[in-house]
């Protein structure tokens, strides 16, 4: 089953992607490193509820 996921920059805190992941494949907490437009440069970022 997929789930809606919020990643959010680890610099800004900012909110900036919605993706869905399979929960059986990524039991944990994902961290990827994206672009953030607001840092306005690739900073890492990690899931949220």
Known sequence: M???IT???EECKQRNYNLT????L?????VTKKYCR???KHT???ETK
Do not use: I, T
């Open 26 to 30: 990524h039991p944990d907490r994902m």
């Open 38 to 40: 607001f840092c306005q």
């Open 2 to 4: 997929r789930v809606k």
């Open 44 to 46: 890492s970022h990690k």
């Open 7 to 9: 990643l959010a920059c």
């Open 21 to 24: 992941k399979d929960k059986k």
